[in-house]
T-cell receptor
Framework: DAGVTQSPTHLIKTRGQQVTLRCSPK?????VSWYQQALGQGPQFIFQ???????QRGNFPDRFSGHQFPNYSSELNVNALLLGDSALYLC???????????FGSGTQLSVL | AQSVTQPDIHITVSEGASLELRCNYS??????LFWYVQSPGQGLQLLLK??????LVQGIKGFEAEFKRSQSSFNLRKPSVHWSDAAEYFC????????????FGKGTKLTVNP
């Protein structure tokens, strides 16, 4: 049983560009959450998707957007990249009835 | 606002020594509490969680944590550390009954000396 898978594992972009990160949840999970982990910091909640809708959002600008597909996979899009967007982006999946989150290994985004 | 404080940024212990990592939280009501471990370049692995009941919680890899309501603390302990325990450890909370966002501390990096 595959856990949470994220792609790509590493990505390098330049300022002003746009990026799309992808996440496939663990089998049986219907809820996907995205977190940003800057160097030396704990993960910070970006948003959560359930039933293809954004359920809750953290304190991130509108440049950060997402989508959930009918198969529960999800994308995180970041527009107009800034140097400060460089971070490890973690995807976590869960069942809405289960508080336990399973995390993927993350996508390391570097903005130059 | 909810917050999690991990006072120790970096801890160094010798292999075989005991370990305690501190975590304090600020929350309107007792939340659900978690400890995660992260190895370099990896995602987060759940070590243990506290929802209710016995305030001493056993987790994987020989870790345990004790919830103390009066101190708003949830400290992680291990009686004898192994070199493979070197990693970063994160304490996190979420609203009781909620499945929304986890609020994480900034983490404690553990170094294990041979």
């Amino acid at each position: 049983d595959a856990g949470v898978t994220q792609s790509p594992t590493h990505l390098i972009k330049t300022r002003g560009q746009q990026v799309t990160l992808r996440c496939s949840p663990k089998s049986g999970h219907d809820t996907v959450s995205w977190y940003q982990q800057a160097l030396g910091q704990g993960p910070q909640f970006i948003f959560q998707y359930y039933e293809e809708e954004e359920r809750q959002r953290g304190n991130f600008p509108d440049r950060f957007s997402g989508h959930q597909f009918p198969n529960y996979s999800s994308e995180l899009n970041v527009n107009a990249l800034l140097l400060g967007d460089s971070a490890l982006y973690l995807c976590a999946s869960s069942s809405l009835l289960n508080e336990k989150l399973f995390f993927g290994s993350g996508t390391q985004l570097s903005v130059l | 606002a909810q917050s999690v404080t991990q006072p120790d940024i970096h801890i160094t212990v010798s292999e075989g020594a005991s370990l305690e990592l501190r975590c304090n939280y600020s929350y309107g009501a007792t939340p659900y509490l978690f400890w995660y471990v992260q190895s370099p370049g990896q995602g987060l692995q759940l070590l243990l969680k506290y929802f209710s009941g016995d305030t001493l919680v056993q987790g994987i890899k020989g870790f345990e944590a004790e919830f103390k309501r009066s101190q708003s603390s949830f400290n992680l302990r291990k009686p004898s550390v192994h070199w493979s325990d070197a990693a970063e450890y994160f304490c996190a909370v979420v609203r009781r009954g909620g499945s929304e966002k986890l609020v994480f501390g900034k983490g404690t990096k553990l170094t294990v000396n041979p």
